[in-house]
């Protein structure tokens, strides 16, 4: 059974930082491109970040460019975001989800996703 478990996220202050991480079950990360992505209250989901596990590329939105950082460990079957610099809008559900192409912002291109983790970034 193919399965993706998020976990990690939690409540943090601003500037505080926080890892989550997509362990995944029944395939291997080495043939999906794993994306994060976050949906807050009355907006839409976005695009966070992506790893293409096949080459180890990565991608960031904009909006959290030189703060969060996608990573892999393929012994564990898993990917990380680190997190740092937390900033009040950076809170939302994130979710993870696998597509067995390559990377996309287009969260209807991905085929499994996670149940979601809450990040709550507040004084």
């Known amino acids: 059974q193919l399965q993706l478990v998020e976990s990690g996220g939690g409540l943090v202050q601003p500037g505080g930082s926080l890892r989550l991480s997509c362990a995944a079950s029944g395939f291997t990360l080495d043939y999906y491109a794993i994306g994060w992505f976050r949906q807050a209250p009355g907006k839409e989901r976005e695009g966070v970040s992506c790893?293409?596990?096949?080459?180890?590329?990565?991608y960031y939105a904009n909006s959290v460019k030189g703060r969060f950082t996608i990573s892999r460990d393929n012994a564990k079957n898993t990917v990380y975001l680190q997190m740092n610099s937390l900033k009040p809008e950076d809170t939302a559900v994130y979710y993870c989800a696998a597509d067995p192409d390559y990377c996309s912002g287009r969260y209807y291109e991905y085929d499994y996703w996670g149940q979601g983790t809450q990040v709550t970034v507040s004084s």
């Open positions: 790893i293409n596990t096949s080459d180890g590329s990565t």
